[in-house]
């Protein structure tokens, strides 16, 4: 039986209804070549922790079997019980996770195998008819030992093995089976020589370096050893060996996607002198903002030269409809403010998650912009789909310019930030903002709505934006000081307005992600609407109020929390000397614009968070229950 046949691949990939989104982020890492395995896996792991880390493993072949270990929490104490019970071999699988079915436990910790223990299977997804399958292979005699739905994977192939097909096709019928979204890792007794791969919906990448081979869940899990990688797309399969890698698309076709070279470093992935990845991303941002202004600005002129759209269809757009989750929502409301402001064109944003659902009207003159750090977020993706489906063009805002949402956009701009490891976004926030601002210039000079004049005072102020932010950074042990009083308390309140309303969000989400403090950020205007209940002496109120055209309304709302015993932390231009005197805590930050205020007032709210975590013995780039990116709905 010839397996690359399209007739014979045609029939085992039969049509069925697409399966809801609801893949999670964990981390894959494969590697077949002369290096020693389990270092190899170990520092790729180590590389993705911050895709899950409620359990760690991983399946070597040796000596042409299949050897496993496991680990409940970090990836330290995987590599505490390999110091005891090390690994050997040049091929294997592993991976980290982030809990969807079944709790965090050694059971059901992957590597999954099958009952004769000779395949070994890792999973990023969501296989959504799991429960039937199980049922259907514990009729066939199949016994069960975690809660996961992962598990299935390993006895379908199994299955496919005992009726006599070749591992090739054993691995295809499964996949066949199995309803949902994945990305996913095999190695089996039966093709000692060979790692077999898969994607549905998750990234998955393959990488080479030097006579050796990689699959991997993100880039950063390669760059010491790859040189440069294949990104996967949908509904494409197949296996490495030391010799290669064989990909195949669902008609059994043999495809030759292009090979494009890792710009990551290692130094772009690793903590350097700092303790935290966070703590250095947000030291990064004056940095990234100069690599951008160099790429984005002439004397005159912003310059997209990756943005697709010509300037005689983005003169004709009359509406923007900005969907997104978490910060790059947050990110999308200053955009939203940038657009009606700078380019005069009515925007709206909205949840990606909640977007799509409630039928979003197509109009000839719309725009749909979705933003994300990785590319990779389920809503956002599903939001864009729908878009599509509606016959609107889609812009994105991307980090990762090799990701799904690159390649399925009409347009994209590109945030160059450089890689974001740290799970709470820092970098990428302000590098989304800086992009959403370029960009609503650049078509508001399009337009011929903004005056020559105008843009250049903007752009001035943007210009100064790199000494300004290593002004604030300089802050940080008045910072300090600010967390040591906020590590005890339990509920925090943010308020900002206009373009720093978004701020107060951002601030507040900060906080809770890595703190674990409970935080909510308002709108100034809405705090006699219901949240001033919340403020007693054991609440504070952090203010953001700047100078410009709000800031006596912030005042008033300091004034409200004051007479409610509410210890205020200012957020305020040097030299505001009467909210100074009013505020329990401040920090300044250098004279800008309004508009451009929010670009700053990131800094300290970022730095805050930082410091308030550390002082409660938070682990800052491992937040519980969080991942660097949700791809599931």
Not at 55 to 78: D, F
Not at 156 to 175: H, Q, T, W
Not at 409 to 417: E, P, V, W
């Amino acid at each position: 039986m010839d397996f690359h046949s399209p007739a014979i691949a045609s029939s085992l990939f039969c049509s069925r209804p697409a399966a809801p989104q609801k893949c999670r982020m964990c981390g894959i890492v494969g590697y077949i070549g002369p290096k020693s395995i389990e270092s190899v896996l170990l520092v790729g792991l180590q590389k993705l922790e911050y895709r899950g880390y409620d359990s760690a493993g991983m399946a070597v072949m040796n000596s042409g079997e299949v050897v496993t270990r496991k680990a409940v929490g970090k990836i330290a104490e995987l590599e505490k019980q390999l110091k005891n019970q090390p690994l050997i071999g040049n091929s294997g699988i592993a991976h980290t996770r982030w809990a969807t079915h079944g709790e965090p436990s050694m059971i059901n910790a992957h590597p999954h195998v099958n009952s004769e223990k000779n395949i070994a299977v890792v999973h990023n997804g969501i296989f959504e008819n799991y429960a039937k399958l199980r049922a259907e292979l514990i009729d066939d005699g199949h016994v069960f030992l975690s809660e996961t739905d992962t598990e299935v994977a390993p006895h379908l192939m199994e299955k496919y093995l005992e009726e006599g097909f070749s591992p090739e096709e054993a691995f295809v019928r499964m996949l066949k089976r199995l309803e949902g979204q994945y990305a996913l890792a095999a190695i089996s007794e039966k093709a000692e020589k060979k790692i077999f791969f898969a994607r549905k919906g998750s990234p998955l990448i393959i990488a080479r370096g030097n006579n050796e081979y990689l699959i991997a869940s993100d880039v950063p899990a390669v760059v010491p050893i790859a040189h440069d990688a294949i990104y996967l797309e949908d509904d494409q399969w197949g296996y490495i060996t030391t010799e290669g890698v064989s990909i195949f698309n669902l008609a059994g076709e043999a495809i030759s996607p292009e090979w494009k070279t890792i710009s990551f470093s290692v130094e772009d992935v690793d903590k350097g002198e700092y303790e935290y990845l966070m703590l250095k991303e947000i030291y990064e941002q004056p940095d990234v903002f100069e690599k951008i202004f160099k790429e984005r600005l002439d004397d005159t002129f912003i310059h997209f030269p990756e943005l697709k759209f010509g300037k005689e269809y983005l003169a004709r757009v009359g509406r923007i409809l900005i969907q997104a989750c978490g910060t790059s929502l947050n990110a999308g409301m200053i955009g939203r403010m940038y657009l009606e402001q700078y380019a005069h064109i009515s925007a709206e944003t909205d949840y990606s998650s909640e977007w799509r659902y409630r039928n979003p009207l197509a109009s000839g003159d719309s725009l749909v912009v979705g933003i994300s750090q990785s590319g990779e977020t389920a809503d956002t993706l599903a939001g864009m789909r729908e878009a599509k489906a509606k016959f609107m063009r889609v812009l994105s805002f991307l980090n990762n310019i090799n990701s799904t949402m690159a390649r399925e956009s009409d347009a994209m701009i590109s945030l160059m930030a450089g890689p974001e490891i740290g799970v709470a976004s820092t970098k990428a926030f302000t590098a989304q903002v800086i992009n959403l601002l370029f960009f609503s210039l650049y078509v508001g000079s399009i337009k011929w709505l903004l005056p020559a004049e105008e843009r250049s005072t903007v752009l001035n102020e943007i210009r100064a934006l790199p000494d300004k932010m290593r002004k604030i950074l300089k802050s940080h042990e008045r910072i300090k000081e600010i967390a040591e009083f906020l590590k005890d308390k339990n509920d925090t309140i943010f308020l900002g307005r206009t373009y720093n309303y978004p701020s107060a969000l951002e601030g507040a989400l900060k906080l809770k992600e890595i703190s674990y403090i409970h935080a909510s950020g308002y709108a100034g205007g809405e705090f006699k609407h219901g949240p001033l209940a919340l403020v007693s002496d054991n609440v504070p109120v952090v203010i953001i109020a700047p100078q410009g055209e709000i800031r006596t309304k912030m005042i008033s709302n300091l004034k409200e929390a004051q007479s409610r015993k509410g210890k205020i932390i200012s957020i305020i231009t040097e030299g505001d000397e009467e909210i100074k005197k009013e505020s329990d805590f401040y920090v300044e930050i250098p004279p800008c614009l309004e508009s451009i205020s929010p670009l700053l007032v990131a800094i300290p709210l970022q730095l805050l968070a930082y410091y308030t975590a550390i002082g409660r013995g938070c682990d800052v780039d491992r937040p519980r229950n969080l991942a660097k990116s949700v791809t599931v709905e």
